[in-house]
């Protein structure tokens, strides 16, 4: 399972942090991906960080967020700074572990 926190409303160039603990998993052992999706789009992938810590981003966050992973208290993070209008989506968390496993999904306004 897969339990997601941290999202809700920021001003532009403002910052979040989003946050997913993993349970029933061998963490360590698995790749973890921050998808999102905005209101009538098709759900995209954000960020990936595989089990040795390697890091691939979508080009339109390239160099505002940053994924990292604690493989202790099995959380992936996801940093997102200089947000923008368009990050406005609903986040996801997800690992495919013999099938796809996906957390409930985290909010994320970016308004004035």
């Known amino acids: 399972q897969l339990q997601a926190s941290g999202g809700g409303l920021v001003q532009p160039g403002g910052s979040l942090r989003l946050s997913c603990k993993a349970s029933g998993i061998n963490f360590s052992l698995a790749a973890m991906n921050w998808y999102r999706q905005a209101p009538g789009k098709q759900r995209e992938l954000v960020a990936v960080i595989t089990s040795d810590r390697s890091t691939n981003y979508a080009d339109s966050v390239k160099g505002r967020f940053s994924i990292s992973r604690d493989n202790i208290r099995r959380t992936v993070t996801l940093q997102m700074n200089s947000l923008t209008p368009d990050d406005t989506a609903v986040y996801y968390c997800?690992?495919?572990?013999?099938?796809?496993?996906w957390g409930q999904g985290t909010l994320v306004t970016v308004s004035s």
């Open positions: 997800h690992v495919r572990w013999g099938r796809n496993y």
